[in-house]
């Protein structure tokens, strides 16, 4: 017996069932014989019918049995040219994907037909050369101009991308301490063994490929101390003791309390200290004295040949004597032919003897003297040892550029020098598909999908250079000739996204529609009035940030200056400043806790810029800073203290509570993390915050937050159904579900540990929730996941920037008809893949039926039925390379039991 989705299939050769299956189910009328059958016809048949397929299937599988991470061929193209005399690139440009704008900070992405390279990679970096088509696959060297996590919070993403991708190599380039960053990144990616990461620390020899060379200028400055408003509390202490303000000398033991301090540590060398018998001092290798500037040489380009021009002199163009008379003119060469001379400028364009850029950063006040008299630099202003540099890149903030330091040393470039200015005064939108999703959202209901919004830009200042501030796509060419070129940037026309979704068929009736029904509806009036709890959807999709859906994270306003987030995906912080626009920083400072459901880095890596802009926030408000309560996964503190260690103090930011002593029954030892759940009831003013292990990887959590006014809401993180999951979710107010994949998936949602659409639905029902909203959906349905019968009046779906309150419970159900109009081809092209995938499973499995009876009929024992294991994914295997999008996105297993 097998089982294809829902359908049981008991066929033989004999029975009437397997005929009746044969000519319901596949194509009709391609088998009917004067409406009849005979045995060999229908065996016939299906041997006929599925012998191309069962070819494919071999090639297939031949296929999948080479590596699958064979070079790539740009890798190999690469590796044909070494040790070959090769000319410069002929077309080579710097192109700005991170304008440097509060939600993407600056970084660039540097072309040749030979090489690529990013320089920086912070959050949302990825999810931008995706949307914009800028191959991270052939990325040659990334550049870090700092240990700061707004330049390397997205790196960690792009190397599993890499990885996942078939690069079988990437070089970083930067601080020393990158070789640290990338073992601190293995406690939640898993080991990189497919992919191997060369770092190169400004301390090694310049870097040199087939484009360019680029020498790393390392800058140092003497930092002064940094100032915090800090507030004594009884779970810290006095401000004096706190890790920030204690003194640098002081060992980076002390500063490690937190996990010293937990309840159970994460192995026995972390146990170890300078006081222990045996034990050795953890080493600090943090340094944020240091930045790296790079000064980048393109090689000289040989000048074009002339053909035109050679013909008029009488060259024997076409004869094999010209070819060496070309090589000659082309390296600079008087030719002699027929006893007249020719000089290479007469039939050769000039040789471009190679321009240089700079990238700098000048993160503060400390810095400008450095960066001013550093010498490497100064070689290339003018009357320097070098030409001066066709284009300096400023990764630099508005303060600086207004000093007149920073000014002078500009301006000794000289007139012929381009500058480009990154920083967050740049006044451009970068994530243009999910601004026009959220526009044409916003049509449909304004208050559950709110429009977008930008950090507005302050006073810029007054250069007198040229000098041109930073757009997303905006390109300087260097070759073949100098110029900007701004074809490329992106426009966000917000009345052509109207104007598209208004031309939709349809959609305006179901618009229509939707508010006079609305308007109408006794239940959705009446609970307008209930303003919180609020909740915000900043990030609904799964494995990888992708253009229109972010990874996971959830904003739960639970009064107007009390917030928790509930898992904090990689660019949460950018989504949550394209979401309140100027209001970010009274939003951030509201943020008394945070949930990290499980430590795959799609729940995790943008806990660190929000903690970092979360004390920007609290200075700017003049509020005094007190740590984050921090619910998590113990083990995230071996992510927390390596990065602390080696790359920026982070530790002073959270009190962390580890999600295991929230559970039912669970003992909690010591009284710092008693005081640390006190007080996140108090602040919250919950009754509860229960946690339970749920079915994905090892340490896995959901949460529940019980309000003393009597409502509940259930977040599932990622989970494949979970009993303990409903008993914690009883009678629920709002349960919050991933359903990563549609119905007909349950095979690979089990083997990926997540739910279906209808799984997640059952769990609410069977929790008895009084409302459930799907999320955390597979890229794959990057726009809107398919529904079922199982939705009804209390399903909804999350997209991002979504904003529901329990008034609106009513109202989500009714938003279906016109959300089907908006993605009306969206859905059609689904529903294809998935009967494409059903006629696929039903074909194989039939195939399969037929070779197991003719094995049965062989055999004197009986059959015997197997049934599919469901073992645990492969500790440290990669949920990104499950769950990213392919082009029919569909297992081809089947189920037998």
């Given at each position: 017996m097998f089982i294809i989705k829902k359908r049981t299939l008991l066929i033989n050769s004999t029975s009437l069932a397997a005929r009746q299956w044969i000519n319901k189910c596949l194509v009709p009328g391609i088998i009917k014989q004067r409406c009849c059958y005979s045995v060999l016809t229908a065996d016939s048949f299906l041997r006929q019918s599925f012998c191309k397929m069962s070819a494919e299937n071999q090639r297939n599988a031949s296929k999948k049995a080479k590596h699958p991470?064979?070079?790539?061929?740009?890798?190999?193209?690469?590796?044909?040219?070494?040790?070959?005399?090769?000319?410069?690139?002929?077309?080579?440009?710097?192109?700005?994907?991170?304008?440097?704008?509060?939600?993407?900070?600056?970084?660039?992405?540097?072309?040749?037909?030979?090489?690529?390279?990013?320089?920086?990679?912070?959050?949302?970096?990825?999810?931008?050369?995706?949307?914009?088509?800028?191959?991270?696959?052939?990325?040659?060297?990334?550049?870090?101009?700092?240990?700061?996590?707004?330049?390397?919070?997205?790196?960690?993403?792009?190397?599993?991308?890499?990885?996942?991708?078939?690069?079988?190599?990437?070089?970083?380039?930067?601080?020393?301490?990158?070789?640290?960053?990338?073992?601190?990144?293995?406690?939640?990616?898993?080991?990189?063994?497919?992919?191997k990461i060369a770092v190169q620390p400004y301390t090694e020899p310049q870097y040199s490929d087939n484009t360019m060379t680029v020498n790393q200028v390392p800058i140092s400055a003497q930092l002064k101390a940094s100032k915090r408003k800090r507030s004594p509390s009884p779970e810290r202490g006095s401000p004096s003791n706190s890790p920030r303000s204690r003194s640098q000398s002081r060992s980076p033991q002390s500063e490690r309390w937190k996990l010293e301090d937990s309840e159970e540590l994460i192995n026995d060398r972390e146990r170890e200290s300078p006081d222990r018998p045996g034990g050795s001092p953890r080493i600090s290798t943090r340094d944020p004295s240091l930045v790296v500037a790079f000064v980048c040489k393109l090689h000289p380009k040989k000048g074009n040949f002339l053909v035109a021009k050679a013909k008029d002199l009488g060259l024997p163009l076409g004869t094999s004597a010209i070819g060496p008379i070309i090589a000659a003119l082309k390296d600079g060469k008087a030719v002699t032919f027929e006893g007249k001379e020719i000089l290479p400028g007469e039939v050769c364009t000039p040789a471009d003897p190679g321009p240089a850029f700079i990238v700098v950063e000048c993160p503060s006040e400390d810095f400008i003297e450095p960066v001013c008299n550093n010498e490497h630099l100064n070689r290339y202003h003018t009357g320097g040892a070098e030409d001066p540099a066709s284009l300096v890149v400023h990764m630099t903030p508005e303060s600086i550029l207004q000093t007149d330091r920073y000014k002078e040393w500009m301006e000794r470039f000289g007139p012929t020098t381009e500058h480009l200015i990154l920083n967050e005064q740049a006044h451009t939108i970068h994530n243009i598909r999910s601004h026009k999703i959220q526009t044409q959202l916003n049509l449909i209901h304004p208050e559950i999908f709110p429009a977008p919004r930008n950090c507005e830009?302050?006073?810029?200042?007054?250069?007198?250079?040229?000098?041109?501030?930073?757009?997303?796509?905006?390109?300087?060419?260097?070759?073949?000739?100098?110029?900007?070129?701004?074809?490329?940037?992106?426009?966000?026309?917000?009345?052509?996204?109207?104007?598209?979704?208004?031309?939709?068929?349809?959609?305006?009736?179901?618009?229509?529609?939707?508010?006079?029904?609305?308007a109408t509806d006794p239940t959705v009036l009446s609970g307008k009035a209930d303003q919180y709890p609020e909740v915000v959807f900043l990030g609904t999709g799964s494995a990888l940030p992708m253009k229109i859906r972010n990874v996971s994270a959830t904003l739960l306003n639970i009064s107007p200056t009390q917030s928790v987030l509930l898992d904090c995906g990689e660019g949460t912080f950018g989504q949550m400043c394209r979401h309140y626009g100027n209001n970010i920083d009274e939003v951030l400072s509201n943020l008394s806790a945070v949930f990290i459901s499980h430590m795959h880095a799609d729940h995790h890596t943008g806990l660190l810029n929000l903690l970092l802009q979360r004390e920007r926030a609290l200075n700017s408000q003049g509020r005094p800073f007190t740590p984050v309560l921090l619910v998590a996964p113990l083990q995230i503190m071996t992510w927390l203290n390596q990065y602390h260690d080696h790359c920026q103090r982070i530790l002073s930011h959270i009190n962390i509570i580890p999600a295991k002593f929230l559970t039912e029954g669970a003992e909690v030892p010591k009284y710092k993390t008693k005081t640390f759940i006190q007080s996140l009831l108090k602040k919250l003013d919950l009754e509860k915050f229960q946690t339970c292990v749920v079915h994905h990887c090892k340490n896995a959590f959901a949460c529940s937050l019980t309000h003393h006014s009597g409502w509940k809401i259930v977040f599932s993180g990622d989970t494949m159904p979970c009993d303990a999951l409903v008993q914690l979710g009883k009678d629920a107010t709002l349960l919050i579900h991933e359903a990563t994949l549609e119905d007909g998936m349950e095979e690979e949602a089990t083997e990926k540990k997540h739910s279906t659409t209808s799984q997640a639905i059952g769990i609410g029902m069977e929790m008895n929730a009084e409302f459930i909203m799907l999320n955390h959906f597979s890229q794959r349905y990057a726009k809107i996941p398919l529904f079922n019968a199982d939705f009804n009046e209390k399903v909804g779906i999350a997209f991002d920037h979504m904003r529901i309150r329990f008034g609106d419970f009513g109202a989500i159900p009714k938003l279906i008809p016109p959300l089907k109009a908006l993605f009306a081809e969206e859905i059609e092209e689904m529903v294809g893949r998935r009967e494409k995938r059903e006629l696929r499973q039903m074909k194989e499995a039939s195939l399969e039926v037929l070779d197991s009876g003719r094995i049965n009929s062989t055999q004197a024992q009986p059959s015997v039925n197997k049934t599919a294991g469901t073992e645990d994914p492969t500790p440290g295997s990669n949920k990104r390379e499950l769950e990213q999008p392919h082009p029919e996105g569909e297992s081809k297993k089947l189920k037998a039991v």
């Open positions: 991470k064979e070079t790539l061929r740009h890798i190999r193209t690469r590796e044909q040219r070494k040790n070959v005399d090769q000319h410069g690139p002929a077309t080579v440009y710097v192109q700005v994907v991170g304008a440097g704008s509060r939600d993407n900070g600056p970084s660039l992405y540097v072309f040749s037909e030979f090489n690529r390279y990013l320089f920086n990679c912070g959050e949302g970096t990825q999810r931008l050369m995706q949307e914009h088509k800028l191959k991270a696959a052939r990325l040659d060297n990334i550049f870090l101009t700092r240990m700061s996590w707004q330049n390397v919070g997205g790196l960690s993403g792009m190397i599993l991308t890499l990885k996942d991708t078939g690069v079988p190599e990437c070089v970083l380039s930067g601080p020393p301490q990158l070789d640290k960053y990338v073992n601190a990144i293995q406690v939640f990616s898993g080991p990189l063994e497919e992919i830009t302050k006073k810029q200042a007054a250069l007198h250079v040229p000098s041109v501030r930073g757009e997303c796509l905006l390109k300087y060419q260097l070759r073949p000739k100098f110029e900007w070129q701004r074809d490329a940037v992106p426009l966000c026309d917000s009345r052509e996204f109207i104007k598209e979704a208004t031309e939709l068929p349809g959609f305006l009736e179901r618009v229509e529609e939707c508010k006079q029904s609305l």
